[in-house]
Protein backbone atom coordinates (compact mmCIF):
# COMPACT_ATOMS: atom_id res chain seq x y z
CA UNK A 1 0.00 0.00 0.00
CA UNK A 2 1.71 3.28 -1.11
CA UNK A 3 1.94 6.13 1.40
CA UNK A 4 1.96 9.73 -0.16
CA UNK A 5 6.04 10.80 0.17
CA UNK A 6 5.44 14.10 0.96
CA UNK A 7 2.33 16.20 2.27
CA UNK A 8 2.11 17.62 -0.88
CA UNK A 9 -0.83 15.38 -2.10
CA UNK A 10 -2.65 15.90 1.22
CA UNK A 11 -4.99 18.67 0.16
CA UNK A 12 -6.56 16.60 -2.69
CA UNK A 13 -7.11 13.96 0.47
CA UNK A 14 -8.73 17.72 2.08
CA UNK A 15 -11.10 17.78 -1.01
CA UNK A 16 -12.26 14.43 -0.82
CA UNK A 17 -12.63 14.31 2.92
CA UNK A 18 -15.90 16.76 2.50
CA UNK A 19 -15.37 19.58 4.24
CA UNK A 20 -19.04 19.89 4.19
CA UNK A 21 -19.00 17.67 7.02
CA UNK A 22 -16.39 17.53 8.70
CA UNK A 23 -16.56 21.57 9.39
CA UNK A 24 -19.80 21.87 11.23
CA UNK A 25 -18.89 18.72 13.78
CA UNK A 26 -16.62 20.86 15.42
CA UNK A 27 -18.40 24.28 15.57
CA UNK A 28 -21.79 24.36 17.42
CA UNK A 29 -23.36 27.15 16.16
CA UNK A 30 -21.56 27.10 12.48
CA UNK A 31 -19.53 29.96 13.00
CA UNK A 32 -16.40 28.90 14.07
CA UNK A 33 -13.72 28.10 10.82
CA UNK A 34 -10.95 26.53 12.59
CA UNK A 35 -11.68 23.38 11.09
CA UNK A 36 -12.84 24.67 8.07
CA UNK A 37 -10.22 23.63 5.83
CA UNK A 38 -9.32 25.02 2.44
CA UNK A 39 -6.20 24.96 0.01
CA UNK A 40 -5.05 28.80 0.94
CA UNK A 41 -5.69 28.28 4.61
CA UNK A 42 -3.82 24.64 4.20
CA UNK A 43 -0.68 26.79 3.15
CA UNK A 44 -0.11 28.65 6.22
CA UNK A 45 -0.42 25.62 8.71
CA UNK A 46 3.22 24.15 9.71
CA UNK A 47 4.47 20.98 9.19
CA UNK A 48 2.84 19.08 12.63
CA UNK A 49 -0.14 20.62 11.89
CA UNK A 50 -0.33 19.74 8.54
CA UNK A 51 0.22 15.81 9.67
CA UNK A 52 -2.37 16.42 12.72
CA UNK A 53 -5.13 17.60 10.49
CA UNK A 54 -4.53 14.48 8.50
CA UNK A 55 -5.16 12.60 11.38
CA UNK A 56 -8.75 14.04 11.72
CA UNK A 57 -9.60 14.12 7.89
CA UNK A 58 -8.45 10.46 7.80
CA UNK A 59 -9.93 8.26 10.36
CA UNK A 60 -13.19 10.76 10.06
CA UNK A 61 -12.90 8.78 7.21
CA UNK A 62 -12.16 5.37 8.32
CA UNK A 63 -14.89 5.59 10.69
CA UNK A 64 -17.39 7.08 7.82
CA UNK A 65 -16.23 4.01 5.22
CA UNK A 66 -15.26 6.78 2.78
CA UNK A 67 -13.12 5.46 0.07
CA UNK A 68 -10.54 2.89 0.90
CA UNK A 69 -10.65 2.05 4.18
CA UNK A 70 -7.57 0.34 5.28
CA UNK A 71 -5.53 2.58 2.98
CA UNK A 72 -7.32 5.62 4.85
CA UNK A 73 -6.36 3.53 8.14
CA UNK A 74 -2.65 3.03 7.10
CA UNK A 75 -2.71 6.94 6.64
CA UNK A 76 -4.01 8.21 9.77
CA UNK A 77 -1.22 5.63 11.67
CA UNK A 78 1.23 7.39 9.11
CA UNK A 79 0.65 11.29 9.59
CA UNK A 80 0.53 10.30 13.07
CA UNK A 81 3.98 9.05 13.28
CA UNK A 82 5.20 11.79 11.81
CA UNK A 83 3.67 14.28 13.96
CA UNK A 84 5.06 12.61 16.98
CA UNK A 85 8.38 12.38 15.63
CA UNK A 86 8.00 16.67 14.99
CA UNK A 87 6.35 17.25 18.38
CA UNK A 88 9.19 15.20 19.94
CA UNK A 89 11.95 17.39 18.40
CA UNK A 90 10.12 20.71 19.31
CA UNK A 91 9.54 19.43 22.76
CA UNK A 92 13.15 18.79 23.27
CA UNK A 93 14.88 21.61 21.66
CA UNK A 94 12.24 24.05 24.16
CA UNK A 95 12.83 23.03 27.49
CA UNK A 96 13.10 26.62 28.26
CA UNK A 97 10.90 27.73 26.12
CA UNK A 98 9.01 31.22 25.88
CA UNK A 99 4.82 31.05 25.07
CA UNK A 100 4.54 29.01 21.75
CA UNK A 101 1.20 29.22 19.91
CA UNK A 102 2.20 26.88 17.25
CA UNK A 103 3.71 24.01 19.94
CA UNK A 104 0.43 24.64 22.06
CA UNK A 105 -1.39 24.07 19.17
CA UNK A 106 0.44 20.86 18.23
CA UNK A 107 -0.33 19.28 21.31
CA UNK A 108 -3.73 20.23 21.71
CA UNK A 109 -4.45 19.16 18.11
CA UNK A 110 -2.86 15.72 18.90
CA UNK A 111 -4.91 15.18 21.82
CA UNK A 112 -8.34 15.78 19.56
CA UNK A 113 -7.42 13.00 17.13
CA UNK A 114 -6.46 10.94 19.78
CA UNK A 115 -10.34 11.65 21.52
CA UNK A 116 -11.69 11.06 18.06
CA UNK A 117 -9.77 7.50 18.20
CA UNK A 118 -10.79 6.52 21.59
CA UNK A 119 -12.24 7.36 24.97
CA UNK A 120 -9.49 5.27 26.75
CA UNK A 121 -5.92 5.41 27.52
CA UNK A 122 -3.63 7.45 24.63
CA UNK A 123 -5.11 10.81 25.08
CA UNK A 124 -3.87 11.31 29.15
CA UNK A 125 -0.27 11.85 27.42
CA UNK A 126 -1.48 14.29 24.93
CA UNK A 127 -3.88 16.32 27.93
CA UNK A 128 -0.80 15.70 30.98
CA UNK A 129 1.56 17.71 28.25
CA UNK A 130 -0.31 20.56 27.67
CA UNK A 131 -1.20 21.24 31.08
CA UNK A 132 2.64 21.13 31.51
CA UNK A 133 2.68 24.07 29.13
CA UNK A 134 0.03 25.96 30.76
CA UNK A 135 2.02 25.45 34.08
CA UNK A 136 5.37 26.29 32.60
CA UNK A 137 4.05 29.61 31.39
CA UNK A 138 1.53 30.84 33.49
CA UNK A 139 -1.83 31.84 33.49
CA UNK A 140 -1.76 35.22 33.11
CA UNK A 141 0.62 34.71 29.98
CA UNK A 142 -2.16 32.70 28.28
CA UNK A 143 -5.42 34.46 29.45
CA UNK A 144 -6.14 37.56 27.03
CA UNK A 145 -4.71 36.01 24.22
CA UNK A 146 -7.65 34.67 21.92
CA UNK A 147 -5.82 31.82 19.87
CA UNK A 148 -4.35 30.61 23.26
CA UNK A 149 -7.81 30.60 25.49
CA UNK A 150 -9.46 28.86 22.56
CA UNK A 151 -7.37 25.63 23.05
CA UNK A 152 -7.00 26.33 27.12
CA UNK A 153 -10.66 26.11 27.40
CA UNK A 154 -10.73 23.03 25.83
CA UNK A 155 -8.19 22.00 28.37
CA UNK A 156 -9.85 23.31 31.07
CA UNK A 157 -13.11 21.11 30.04
CA UNK A 158 -11.01 17.85 28.93
CA UNK A 159 -9.35 17.86 32.74
CA UNK A 160 -12.25 18.86 34.25
CA UNK A 161 -14.92 15.91 32.72
CA UNK A 162 -12.17 13.44 32.45
CA UNK A 163 -11.71 13.77 36.11
CA UNK A 164 -15.05 13.23 36.80
CA UNK A 165 -15.44 9.56 35.60
CA UNK A 166 -11.80 8.84 37.11
CA UNK A 167 -11.85 6.82 40.34
CA UNK A 168 -11.11 8.60 43.11
CA UNK A 169 -8.50 7.10 44.25
CA UNK A 170 -6.38 8.41 40.74
CA UNK A 171 -7.39 12.06 41.68
CA UNK A 172 -4.15 13.24 42.96
CA UNK A 173 -2.77 16.31 44.97
CA UNK A 174 -1.97 17.77 41.55
CA UNK A 175 -5.15 17.18 40.21
CA UNK A 176 -6.70 19.20 43.13
CA UNK A 177 -4.51 21.90 42.88
CA UNK A 178 -4.78 21.92 39.01
CA UNK A 179 -8.72 22.21 39.53
CA UNK A 180 -8.39 25.10 42.28
CA UNK A 181 -6.65 27.08 39.36
CA UNK A 182 -9.75 25.84 37.08
CA UNK A 183 -12.11 27.74 39.43
CA UNK A 184 -10.05 31.05 39.23
CA UNK A 185 -10.12 30.90 35.39
CA UNK A 186 -13.76 30.34 34.81
CA UNK A 187 -15.46 33.87 34.17
CA UNK A 188 -11.85 35.14 32.69
CA UNK A 189 -11.97 33.92 29.58
CA UNK A 190 -12.90 35.59 26.41
CA UNK A 191 -13.99 33.23 24.15
CA UNK A 192 -17.14 32.16 23.57
CA UNK A 193 -18.29 29.02 24.82
CA UNK A 194 -20.68 28.97 22.33
CA UNK A 195 -17.55 28.21 19.51
CA UNK A 196 -16.07 26.02 21.50
CA UNK A 197 -15.93 21.83 20.39
CA UNK A 198 -18.13 21.42 24.06
CA UNK A 199 -20.40 23.94 24.49
CA UNK A 200 -21.12 23.63 28.36
CA UNK A 201 -22.51 26.54 30.96
CA UNK A 202 -19.85 27.96 32.61
CA UNK A 203 -21.96 26.90 36.15
CA UNK A 204 -21.96 23.47 35.38
CA UNK A 205 -18.50 23.33 35.01
CA UNK A 206 -17.68 25.47 38.44
CA UNK A 207 -19.77 22.56 40.20
CA UNK A 208 -18.54 19.88 38.56
CA UNK A 209 -14.57 20.96 39.29
CA UNK A 210 -15.50 21.31 42.94
CA UNK A 211 -17.03 18.18 43.43
CA UNK A 212 -14.08 16.51 41.99
CA UNK A 213 -12.31 18.45 44.33
CA UNK A 214 -14.84 17.23 47.11
CA UNK A 215 -14.07 13.26 46.13
CA UNK A 216 -10.82 13.35 46.02
CA UNK A 217 -10.92 15.04 49.73
CA UNK A 218 -13.65 12.80 51.07
CA UNK A 219 -14.70 15.49 53.12
CA UNK A 220 -16.42 18.99 52.85
CA UNK A 221 -13.87 20.85 54.62
CA UNK A 222 -11.32 20.43 51.63
CA UNK A 223 -13.74 22.78 49.84
CA UNK A 224 -12.89 25.76 52.37
CA UNK A 225 -9.32 25.93 50.63
CA UNK A 226 -11.49 26.37 47.11
CA UNK A 227 -10.88 30.29 47.28
CA UNK A 228 -9.76 33.50 45.19
CA UNK A 229 -11.09 37.07 46.19
CA UNK A 230 -13.68 36.67 42.96
CA UNK A 231 -14.92 33.26 44.50
CA UNK A 232 -15.57 32.90 48.61
CA UNK A 233 -15.46 29.20 49.73
CA UNK A 234 -17.97 27.10 48.90
CA UNK A 235 -20.40 24.18 50.61
CA UNK A 236 -21.05 20.69 48.86
CA UNK A 237 -24.73 22.09 49.61
CA UNK A 238 -24.09 25.45 48.56
CA UNK A 239 -22.88 24.37 45.44
CA UNK A 240 -25.85 21.59 44.78
CA UNK A 241 -28.37 24.77 45.36
CA UNK A 242 -26.65 26.46 42.61
CA UNK A 243 -26.81 23.56 40.07
CA UNK A 244 -30.22 23.38 41.15
CA UNK A 245 -30.97 27.33 40.74
CA UNK A 246 -29.04 27.71 37.77
CA UNK A 247 -31.86 28.28 34.63
CA UNK A 248 -30.96 26.49 31.27
CA UNK A 249 -33.54 28.73 29.71
CA UNK A 250 -32.11 32.11 30.84
CA UNK A 251 -28.62 31.00 29.94
CA UNK A 252 -29.42 30.23 26.35
CA UNK A 253 -30.96 33.43 25.70
CA UNK A 254 -28.01 35.33 26.85
CA UNK A 255 -25.85 33.34 24.17
CA UNK A 256 -24.67 35.48 21.20
CA UNK A 257 -27.14 37.32 18.97
CA UNK A 258 -26.14 34.90 16.42
CA UNK A 259 -27.43 31.97 18.39
CA UNK A 260 -30.78 33.76 19.49
CA UNK A 261 -32.54 31.98 17.07
CA UNK A 262 -31.51 28.78 18.63
CA UNK A 263 -32.46 29.35 21.94
CA UNK A 264 -34.89 26.10 22.54
CA UNK A 265 -31.67 24.17 21.31
CA UNK A 266 -29.50 25.55 23.82
CA UNK A 267 -32.20 25.18 26.21
CA UNK A 268 -32.15 21.28 25.62
CA UNK A 269 -28.05 21.25 25.90
CA UNK A 270 -27.74 23.25 28.74
CA UNK A 271 -30.54 21.00 30.54
CA UNK A 272 -28.56 18.05 29.84
CA UNK A 273 -25.56 19.46 31.50
CA UNK A 274 -27.65 20.23 34.59
CA UNK A 275 -29.19 17.24 35.34
CA UNK A 276 -26.28 14.93 34.39
CA UNK A 277 -24.35 17.01 36.80
CA UNK A 278 -27.01 16.60 39.56
CA UNK A 279 -26.92 13.05 39.24
CA UNK A 280 -23.31 13.24 39.36
CA UNK A 281 -23.19 14.61 42.57
CA UNK A 282 -26.05 12.42 44.17
CA UNK A 283 -23.93 9.52 43.26
CA UNK A 284 -20.52 10.59 44.28
CA UNK A 285 -21.39 12.86 47.76
CA UNK A 286 -20.58 11.57 50.59
CA UNK A 287 -22.21 13.98 52.03
CA UNK A 288 -26.27 14.34 53.32
CA UNK A 289 -27.64 16.99 50.66
CA UNK A 290 -30.97 18.01 51.86
CA UNK A 291 -33.57 16.98 49.35
CA UNK A 292 -31.81 14.20 47.61
CA UNK A 293 -34.34 11.03 47.76
CA UNK A 294 -35.12 8.56 44.69
CA UNK A 295 -37.53 10.82 43.55
CA UNK A 296 -35.37 13.48 42.90
CA UNK A 297 -33.26 11.26 41.14
CA UNK A 298 -35.56 10.05 38.98
CA UNK A 299 -36.86 13.26 38.13
CA UNK A 300 -33.16 14.25 36.82
CA UNK A 301 -32.87 11.20 35.08
CA UNK A 302 -36.38 12.06 33.22
CA UNK A 303 -35.44 15.68 32.56
CA UNK A 304 -32.28 14.65 31.45
CA UNK A 305 -33.84 11.54 29.04
CA UNK A 306 -36.36 13.91 27.83
CA UNK A 307 -33.85 16.82 26.47
CA UNK A 308 -31.95 13.68 25.20
CA UNK A 309 -34.58 12.94 22.78
CA UNK A 310 -35.60 16.24 22.27
CA UNK A 311 -32.51 17.66 21.00
CA UNK A 312 -32.13 14.23 18.54
CA UNK A 313 -35.56 15.40 17.60
CA UNK A 314 -34.61 18.65 16.55
CA UNK A 315 -31.75 16.89 14.09
CA UNK A 316 -34.63 16.25 11.45
CA UNK A 317 -34.74 19.79 11.49
CA UNK A 318 -31.31 21.38 10.85
CA UNK A 319 -30.04 21.01 14.51
CA UNK A 320 -26.69 20.47 15.58
CA UNK A 321 -26.42 20.03 19.45
CA UNK A 322 -27.14 17.03 19.72
CA UNK A 323 -23.71 16.23 18.96
CA UNK A 324 -22.57 17.54 21.90
CA UNK A 325 -23.96 15.76 25.01
CA UNK A 326 -21.74 13.00 24.96
CA UNK A 327 -20.87 13.00 28.68
CA UNK A 328 -24.81 13.37 29.07
CA UNK A 329 -25.85 10.37 27.39
CA UNK A 330 -23.59 8.19 29.55
CA UNK A 331 -24.65 10.01 32.75
CA UNK A 332 -28.03 8.94 31.24
CA UNK A 333 -27.23 5.53 30.37
CA UNK A 334 -25.56 4.77 33.76
CA UNK A 335 -28.33 5.68 35.69
CA UNK A 336 -30.56 3.89 33.27
CA UNK A 337 -28.73 0.56 34.28
CA UNK A 338 -29.06 1.85 37.69
CA UNK A 339 -32.74 2.44 37.21
CA UNK A 340 -33.26 -0.43 35.09
CA UNK A 341 -34.30 1.48 32.69
CA UNK A 342 -33.80 -1.28 29.85
CA UNK A 343 -35.78 0.60 27.07
CA UNK A 344 -34.17 3.95 27.31
CA UNK A 345 -30.82 2.43 27.38
CA UNK A 346 -31.02 0.78 23.98
CA UNK A 347 -32.08 3.84 22.67
CA UNK A 348 -29.42 5.47 23.83
CA UNK A 349 -26.83 2.79 22.46
CA UNK A 350 -28.76 3.28 18.89
CA UNK A 351 -28.05 7.39 19.10
CA UNK A 352 -24.77 6.55 20.11
CA UNK A 353 -23.81 4.48 16.94
CA UNK A 354 -25.63 6.83 14.78
CA UNK A 355 -23.59 9.85 16.12
CA UNK A 356 -20.35 7.71 15.55
CA UNK A 357 -20.97 7.77 11.70
CA UNK A 358 -22.38 11.57 11.69
CA UNK A 359 -19.03 12.50 13.23
CA UNK A 360 -16.82 9.98 12.52
CA UNK A 361 -15.37 9.62 15.61
CA UNK A 362 -15.24 6.41 17.75
CA UNK A 363 -15.97 7.62 21.52
CA UNK A 364 -18.92 7.42 20.90
CA UNK A 365 -18.87 3.98 19.77
CA UNK A 366 -17.09 2.97 22.19
CA UNK A 367 -19.72 5.07 24.97
CA UNK A 368 -22.70 2.25 23.69
CA UNK A 369 -20.31 -0.57 24.14
CA UNK A 370 -19.24 0.74 27.72
CA UNK A 371 -23.48 0.96 28.61
CA UNK A 372 -24.17 -2.68 27.13
CA UNK A 373 -21.37 -3.82 29.71
CA UNK A 374 -22.61 -2.17 32.28
CA UNK A 375 -26.33 -3.28 31.51
CA UNK A 376 -24.83 -7.14 31.39
CA UNK A 377 -22.34 -7.13 34.03
CA UNK A 378 -24.85 -5.58 36.51
CA UNK A 379 -27.48 -8.07 35.40
CA UNK A 380 -25.04 -10.65 36.23
CA UNK A 381 -24.08 -9.06 39.64
CA UNK A 382 -27.32 -8.64 40.94
CA UNK A 383 -28.34 -12.34 40.17
CA UNK A 384 -25.19 -13.14 41.64
CA UNK A 385 -25.05 -11.44 44.78
CA UNK A 386 -28.85 -10.20 45.59
CA UNK A 387 -28.06 -8.33 48.79
CA UNK A 388 -25.05 -6.17 46.81
CA UNK A 389 -25.38 -2.26 47.74
CA UNK A 390 -25.48 -0.65 44.24
CA UNK A 391 -22.93 0.03 41.78
CA UNK A 392 -20.27 2.97 42.73
CA UNK A 393 -18.99 5.62 40.51
CA UNK A 394 -15.52 4.20 40.67
CA UNK A 395 -16.70 0.71 40.33
CA UNK A 396 -18.31 2.01 37.18
CA UNK A 397 -15.82 4.35 35.95
CA UNK A 398 -12.83 2.38 36.91
CA UNK A 399 -10.97 2.34 33.13
CA UNK A 400 -10.93 6.43 33.49
CA UNK A 401 -12.53 7.40 29.94
CA UNK A 402 -13.21 10.46 28.56
CA UNK A 403 -16.69 10.84 27.07
CA UNK A 404 -16.92 14.33 26.53
CA UNK A 405 -15.56 15.23 22.63
Not at 86 to 93: A, D, N
Not at 173 to 197: I, N, P
Not at 202 to 218: W, Y
Not at 370 to 384: D, G, P
Request: glycine letters at 4%; one cysteine or more.
Amino acid sequence: MRLPASISELPQLIKQADNAVVAPDLAADGSSSFYTIDISKWAEFNVSKKHLTLCLVTLHRVVRKYGDVAHNQALYHYHQACAAEILSRKIQTSVQMEPNLELFEDVSLFFFSQIQASAYGAWKAHLSAAKTLFNLWGVEVLMGNVDYEFFLCHLVLADVFGTSMATTTHISAADVSQHKTYLELLGRFSVDVCSTMVPIPEAIVRATAAMNITRAAGSVSSLQTVTTEQHPPLSISSIFESLQSFDPAEWATHRPRHTYSQAPSWTLLATCFQSATILYFIHCSEMDISGVDEDLVLYHHTQLKNAVCDLYDLKKHGGVLYKYILWPMVVNGVEAVMLNDEEHLRFLCELLEQTTIDLGTLSMREASIFLEELWVNNKRRTAERSNELPLDWDTIFVRAPLFLM
